[in-house]
């Protein structure tokens, strides 16, 4: 007779550009609010830092939170670049791969490495948003990235109590993507 195991715990990152307020969302989330760092200065998580959730002694949720990506747009060249010289078509994954085993991952896009590893990792992921800004182009590149994982990505638009917001913009946008 086999045993009932319960199934493996649901693994969601949070990402998303630097300061939307994913380390935020994750204190909400866990009821914690001493998880992580919190601050309005850029770059304050440098590394992946989980958590999970159960219920009673079994764990059936486990939430990662990541850095904020920074240089999207640099980093999307990168891709682009590394892609045409493998002289074969690579899809997403295979394309953050590729970047993921060269040397510019462990150097000038360390922080955005470690996100995209998660991210290949997890189950889903929920895309946290600073409303107030508009859907700029380093959001449209930071997303095409982030979307080349292969994992479902949920939009969250964050700030979208501020007396100025870009969120009908965010929410055109985010049609085209979801
Ligand atoms: N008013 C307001 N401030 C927020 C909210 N979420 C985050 N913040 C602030 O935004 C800044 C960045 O938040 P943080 O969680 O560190 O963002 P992260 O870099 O994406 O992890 C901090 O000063 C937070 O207090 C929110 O929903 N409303
Ligand atoms: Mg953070």
Known sequence: MTEHMPPDPLRIAVVGHT???????????TRDSHFGEVSSRPSTTRHVEGVSLGIGATPVLSLFDTP????????????????????????????V??????????????QEAKVLRQLLQCDAALYVIDARDPVLSKYRDELEILAGCAVPLLPLLNFVSDARTSEAAWRGWACTWW
Not at 97 to 110: I, M
Request: net charge neutral.
């Open 19 to 29: 300061n939307t307020g994913k380390t935020s969302l994750l204190r909400t989330l």
């Open 68 to 95: 904020g990506m920074e240089d999207s747009i640099a980093l999307l060249e990168t891709l682009d670049s590394q892609a045409a010289g493998a002289g074969r078509r690579l899809d997403g994954p295979a394309r």
């Open 97 to 110: 791969q590729q970047f993921l085993q060269s040397p510019v991952a462990a150097g000038r896009f360390e």
